[in-house]
């Protein structure tokens, strides 16, 4: 039998599955919009934090719905389907929140007050912090650039990776002899954004580089995501490296099914330069979709059972093994590389019609050669999983 929270998880799914359904149409309309202005007009994003897609990962003592993963998969494929950089955008908001489920928690009320609170943020510590005290509070004097900070636009409060170093200006070291990186708070006013992405893909996503001068952040608004221990829940088990892996699959996923789905109606009506035959009757054509279909539901498959392999093993024993990190990140680099065989295939397929703005299939194209481009589902994926397989010694830290 299934217990409450099991029945509880599935009707959180079903209702953001539906939100994500009856978002769809109101996205696809405002593709061309959101690519010409390089970032989520400010509505959509407010219309996707209102109907609590934001929330998927923030922890329910702070208003959020506390999904478990596989739920997060479903709806961030779903909205790529319908807009990309849409899904990407949430995505991040999502992953980004969850620095909620490390800071003391009367601050984090303080944040995450509003159930519309829409966030952005750089894990990577591209900025530093010396430790100081204002007006008595215990804090960290903080100066940093962060590129690729997707959402930035739109966001309230951001988060950025930072080195923390000691009065002598040389990097603090945790008691396992790595340097101490903290996230540090900031809110949408005290950051200053640079116009940067011009880009092939995701255009939409908003991705500059944001940056904070001499900033003084509260001790109390900053998280070792690597060291500091979180909430309890099985999601928070989960290894935030993973999370925004398989963030990036996800997108990859929704993309390659918006690509096989164009290409099957585009085939139903063109008949192709030179012949009297629709592009469906060509036993090409037929080949070429039957083996993307199965090539996209096997990696999106082997993907959900490792997510689900980790999640029963979060809820059971409180923790996520090396071998479901590994599986997990395994599984995400390996989804998203095929989504994109998937897209360029059906790209080819549709011949020159792709070729123009008004093709779904050639924003497929760019949309998800962008994804594969990030170092989450990188090529160096491979050989930290393939180690872990051969049972070589192997750096864990960022699986």
């Not at 939100?19 to 989520?40: G, S």
């Not at 880009?199 to 109390?220: I, Q, W, Y």
């Not at 088990?237 to 993973?242: C, E």
Request: charged share 20%; aromatic share 6%.
């Amino acid at each position: 039998m299934q217990n409450d929270s099991e029945v509880a998880g599935r009707s959180r799914r079903q209702q953001l599955m539906d939100t994500a359904e009856r978002l769809a149409p109101r996205l696809r309309e405002a593709n061309a919009a959101i690519e010409r202005q390089r970032f989520l007009p400010q509505d959509i994003a407010t219309e996707l934090a209102a109907a609590g897609l934001y929330r998927m990962l923030t922890p329910a003592a702070l208003g959020g719905y506390e999904v478990d993963v596989h739920t997060f998969v479903l709806v961030i494929e779903r909205l790529a389907r319908a807009d990309a950089s849409a899904a990407w955008c949430t995505f991040i908001s999502c992953t980004s929140a969850i620095v909620g489920a490390y800071l003391p928690q009367a601050e984090a009320r303080v944040l995450f007050a509003s159930p519309e609170v829409k966030c952005a943020g750089v894990f990577a510590p591209r900025g530093q912090a010396s430790r100081t005290t204002r007006n008595g509070v215990e804090g960290f004097l903080v100066n940093g650039r962060w590129p690729w900070g997707s959402g930035c636009r739109n966001a309230d409060v951001l988060t950025g990776g930072c080195l923390v170093l000691d009065a002598d200006g040389k990097p603090e070291m945790l008691s396992g002899g790595t340097p101490n990186v903290r996230s540090m708070v900031f809110s949408a006013d005290q950051v200053e954004i640079h116009d940067t992405w011009h880009a092939l893909g995701l255009k939409g996503t908003g991705s500059n580089d944001f940056a904070v001068h001499e900033l003084f952040v509260p001790a109390a608004r900053s998280a070792a995501l690597m060291a500091d221990t979180p909430l309890p829940g099985p999601l928070y088990r989960f290894p935030l490296f993973g999370l925004l892996g398989l963030g990036i699959a996800a997108v990859a996923l929704g993309v390659a099914r918006l690509a096989i789905d164009s290409l099957v109606e585009l085939a139903t009506q063109k008949t192709p330069q030179g012949s009297t035959r629709l592009l469906a009757e060509r036993a090409s054509t037929q080949e070429h979709v039957a083996r993307s279909e199965a090539r996209l539901r096997a990696s999106r498959a082997l993907l959900l059972q490792a997510v689900d392999a980790a999640w029963t093993a979060a809820v059971e024993t409180g923790r996520i093994s090396t071998e479901h990190r590994r599986d997990i990140r395994l599984a995400t680099t390996f989804a998203t590389e095929e989504a994109a065989a998937v897209v360029n295939r059906m790209h080819t397929t549709a011949g020159g019609t792709a070729v123009f703005e008004a093709s779904p299939i050639q924003r497929c194209l760019r949309d998800v050669h962008v994804a594969t481009q990030h170092m989450m589902v990188g090529e160096s994926t491979y050989e930290v999983t393939g180690r872990l397989l051969l049972g070589l010694p192997t750096n864990v830290a960022m699986l």
